[in-house]
């Protein structure tokens, strides 16, 4: 069983930069996937970024590729989602999830585990 905490969200000005943590609990979490994802209010679940089980490899959606950047630190059972050049429709809720298989995925069904999110409101 892994449980997911996420924080580090908030309000920023479009521009601005905010880091969003994911601390996980679990002795199998350095085996797993991350993703991160997003919803809108309105919209539906949106795939953000993930990172394969060693941090090797990660992937973005393309609406985010070149600002937001996804990392883990084994050691602390800890996943970060660096956003950078943020803009207003950057403004969600941020999920943090977990994936008992290592392999990169974009597909929410795929993960196993959810945090309950946190809030990044963007203001133009």
């Known amino acids: 069983q892994v449980q997911l905490v996420e924080s580090g969200g908030g309000l920023v000005q479009a521009g601005g930069s905010l880091r969003l943590s994911c601390a996980a609990s679990?002795?199998?979490?350095?085996?797993?996937?991350m993703g991160w994802f997003r919803q809108a209010p309105g919209k539906e679940r949106e795939f953000v970024a993930a990172?394969?089980?060693?941090?090797?490899?990660?992937t973005q959606a393309d609406s985010v590729k070149g600002r937001f950047t996804i990392s883990r630190v084994r050691g602390k059972n800890t996943v970060y989602l660096e956003m950078k050049s943020l803009q207003a429709e950057d403004t969600a809720v941020y999920y943090c999830?977990?994936?008992?298989?290592?392999?990169?995925?974009?597909?929410?069904?795929?993960?196993?585990?959810w945090g309950q999110g946190t809030q990044v409101t963007v203001s133009s």
């Open positions: 999830a977990a994936r008992e298989r290592g392999y990169l995925s974009s597909t929410s069904y795929e993960y196993d585990y």
């Open positions: 990172i394969n089980w060693s941090g090797g490899s990660t």
């Open positions: 679990g002795r199998t979490f350095s085996t797993y996937a």
